[in-house]
């Protein structure tokens, strides 16, 4: 993951599971991957899409890397760590 992060401007991992508001990333390969990822997003609907194109059409900023990262959902976005390590 780390070599992957590196080798991108932005790494987005998508989970149709961070549509339920009890999803926690219990898994170690989740747990693994959550200081490598700058965005982490839902797809399980069309909004959901929607949503990610507009994400990828407004990648012309410099990307945020590590911990700070985000989590996506159709409600809106919560902090990665908060959200998922909490």
């Known amino acids: 993951m780390d070599r992957l992060h590196r080798s991108c401007r ?51 900023t410099p990307a945020r890397r590590g911990a700070g990262a985000t989590i996506g959902t159709s409600g809106g976005e919560v902090e990665t760590e908060q959200a998922l390590r909490g």
């Open 10 to 60: 932005h790494l987005i991992w998508l989970n149709p599971l961070l549509r339920y508001e009890a999803f926690k990333p219990e898994a170690q390969g989740i747990q693994a991957i959550l200081p490598h990822v700058d965005d982490f997003r839902t797809v399980h609907s069309l909004n959901s899409l929607t949503e990610l194109a507009q994400v990828l059409s407004a990648q012309s």
